[in-house]
């Protein structure tokens, strides 16, 4: 499986953004994350969609963040209102055929991977 994120780009603090990740096959019973690492930073889980059935978020995006999915299109969205300069970081999309639920926040449960994509929020 190939993943590719899109969307990406400079934006200003306050705007939304809505970056896909499109997998070159069916993922319709996946589960799919995205990560994100800022400069100078180790990658860090910011949201997830377990299997199609539940998502999950890391706290500092809940309530901005919004994962959804378009299996007609093997495609995840993550939307992202209010940004702030600290969401910036290259954001990476990873899926998993195997996870278990208590694994969906590890990246190490995640085999396939994106090449990322830049989002950076200026203030």
């Known amino acids: 499986v190939q993943l590719v994120e899109s969307g990406g780009r400079l934006v200003q603090a306050g705007d939304s953004l809505r970056l896909s990740c499109e997998a070159s096959?069916?993922?319709?019973?996946?589960?799919i994350g995205w990560f994100r690492q800022a400069p100078g930073k180790e990658r860090e889980f910011v949201a997830a969609s377990f299997r199609g059935q539940r998502e999950y978020y890391r706290d500092s995006v809940k309530g901005r963040f919004t994962i959804s999915r378009d299996n007609s299109k093997n495609t995840v969205f993550l939307q992202m209102n209010g940004l702030q300069p600290e969401d910036t970081a290259v954001y990476y999309c990873a899926a998993g055929s195997t996870l278990i639920l208590s694994s969906v926040r590890s990246q190490d449960a995640y085999r396939w991977w994106g090449q990322g994509t830049l989002v950076t929020v200026s203030s």
């Open positions: 096959g069916t993922t319709r019973s996946w589960s």
